[in-house]
């Protein structure tokens, strides 16, 4: 490998804060934000939004998240049709 031009790879926490879950990883990933891990050492953190502790396929639990108000405008224009189609569907 030519020297200089690869990021830098190195142990990395991810956590799940919705799940409480985290893991320690190396990756490449940059980030500003550090943790204390059980092992005492201080490690570069990454939140996540999901992972295998909170994502529906791993878990067997379904969970909406609701992003910019999608599942709202959706039951609108789902109420309108069947109020066009006589209530019917």
Do not use: C
């Amino acid at each position: 490998m030519k020297k200089g031009i690869h990021p830098e790879y190195r142990p990395v926490v991810f956590r799940d804060a919705g799940a409480d879950f985290a893991f320690l990883t190396r990756s490449t990933v940059e980030t500003n934000k550090t943790i204390e891990w059980e092992d005492g050492n201080t490690y570069p953190l990454v939140e996540l939004d999901i992972s295998s502790a909170s994502h529906p396929f791993y878990t067997g639990r379904q969970r909406i998240v609701d992003t910019g108000g999608r599942v709202q405008r959706f039951e609108s224009r789902r109420r309108r049709r069947q109020q066009q189609s006589g209530g019917q569907g």
